[in-house]
C-alpha cells in the first residue's frame, strides 16, 4: 500500500483528488493539508505515530507557506518522502526550483486518474516522473480519461449546472480546447468562454485545470 499526503489550499480539488486516488486498491490517502506549513507538521505528525507518507502530492501556489519552500523544507529533514509537485502549465519557474529542492518529478494537474495513479506508482519505485508541456513550453496533448465512478454526492454547486454546463465541463475533462469545445457543441467561442466562467463562479473554482480534476472525479455523475 502506498500512502499518499495531499497538499492543495482549494478543498474541492483536494477532494476531486482524493476520491480519484482512493478507488484505486495499492493507495491510500492518509492525510490532507491546505499549505505547506500544514504539510510540515502533517508529516513530523505521521512520523511521530511511526506511519509516514511515501509520497507527497504538493501544490505549487499555496497560502502560509508554497509548495516550493515546503517542499525544499520536507526533503530536507524527510530523506525518505518523495514529493511529486502538482502544478499547471503556467508554473514552470516554481516547478524548475521544486525539482532543485529535490521534488522527485511534477504533473500537471488535471492529468487524467490513471495516468496520475501511475505516476505515484512510479515515483514510489524510485523513478523520477515529467508531466508533458512544461519544461518545453509546449501545449500538452492530454488523452481522454478513463470514466471514474463517483463513490458520493458530489460537492455544492454541482445540482446549479445547467445542462449545457455539464457538457462544457465533461468536455473540459476531455481536455478539449475552446475551440473544439465550440465545434463540438455548435456554440461560439465566446459562448463557450462565458459558459466556463460560470462553471468556474458556480463551484468557486480558480481555474480550468481545477474544473477538469473536479469533472474528472464526478464524471459519471455529470453523464447521467
Given amino acids: 500500500m502506498i500512502r499518499v499526503l495531499l497538499v492543495e489550499d482549494q478543498e474541492i480539488v483536494r477532494r476531486g483528488l482524493k476520491t480519484l486516488l482512493e478507488i484505486k486498491p495499492d493507495l491510500q490517502v492518509v492525510g490532507e493539508a491546505s499549505n505547506g506549513q500544514q504539510a510540515i507538521d502533517a508529516v513530523r505528525s505521521l512520523y511521530a505515530q511511526s506511519d509516514p507518507p511515501d509520497i507527497v502530492l504538493m501544490d505549487i501556489r499555496m497560502p502560509v507557506m508554497d509548495g516550493v519552500t515546503a517542499t525544499q523544507q520536507m526533503c530536507q529533514e524527510f530523506t525518505n518522502i518523495k514529493v511529486l509537485v502538482l502544478t499547471t502549465f503556467d508554473d514552470a519557474n516554481y516547478v524548475s526550483e521544486a525539482l532543485r529542492f529535490g521534488a522527485k518529478g511534477y504533473l500537471l494537474k488535471d492529468t487524467p486518474a490513471e495516468e496520475l495513479a501511475e505516476a505515484i506508482r512510479s515515483v514510489h519505485k524510485g523513478y523520477t516522473q515529467f508531466g508533458p508541456g512544461i519544461i518545453e513550453k509546449i501545449a500538452p496533448t492530454t488523452p481522454s480519461p478513463a470514466p471514474t465512478p463517483s463513490p458520493e454526492e458530489p460537492p455544492p454547486g454541482f445540482t446549479e449546472l445547467t445542462q449545457r454546463e455539464r457538457q462544457v465541463l465533461r468536455q473540459i475533462a476531455a481536455g478539449a480546447s475552446n ?26 473554482l480558480r481555474d480550468r485545470t481545477q474544473a477538469a480534476i473536479i469533472a474528472n472525479a464526478f464524471l459519471s455523475w455529470l453523464k447521467e
Fill in 179 to 204: 475551440r473544439e469545445i465550440a465545434q463540438t457543441l455548435f456554440l461560439s467561442e465566446g459562448t463557450v468562454r462565458n459558459h466556463i466562467s460560470r462553471i468556474l463562479t458556480r463551484l468557486d
